[in-house]
């Protein structure tokens, strides 16, 4: 089992950058697939950006080319850099984990492990 804990969300003005941080502890979180997921008030929760046990990376149309995930295998850390930054961003969001290639990549219900979320802002 592993457990995700978000970091780094908050306010910022549109055009503007934020980096979020999701530090995974538990059994060999360098073997889970890591995504990113975002839910806006009255909006169903939506995914962002994963990063693959393997290595690959992949984003949603919404933020394709401003945002990028990564990750730091040293320290069992994936971040969110998210630049650019538009009202339509605004959102909590989640990090989440799991350990098998069942399902989607970019469906929230193939994920096993999921971190408290952070608020993001944007204002303009």
């Known amino acids: 089992q592993v457990q995700p804990v978000e970091s780094g969300g908050g306010l910022v003005e549109a055009g503007g950058s934020l980096r979020l941080s999701c530090a995974v502890s538990?059994?060999?979180?360098?073997?889970?697939?890591m995504g990113w997921f975002r839910q806006a008030p009255r909006k169903e929760r939506e995914f962002v950006a994963v990063?693959?046990?393997?290595?690959?990376?992949a984003y949603a149309d919404a933020v394709k080319g401003r945002f990028t995930v990564s990750k730091d295998n040293a320290n069992n850390t994936v971040y969110l850099q998210m630049n650019s930054l538009k009202l339509e961003d605004t959102a909590i969001y989640y990090c989440?984990?799991?350990?098998?290639?069942?399902?989607?990549?970019?469906?929230?219900?193939?994920?096993?492990?999921w971190g408290q979320g952070t608020q993001v802002t944007v204002s303009s």
């Open positions: 989440a984990a799991r350990g098998t290639d069942r399902g989607a990549y970019y469906s929230s219900g193939s994920y096993d492990y």
């Open positions: 538990g059994r060999t979180p360098s073997a889970y697939t």
């Open positions: 990063f693959t046990w393997g290595g690959g990376t």
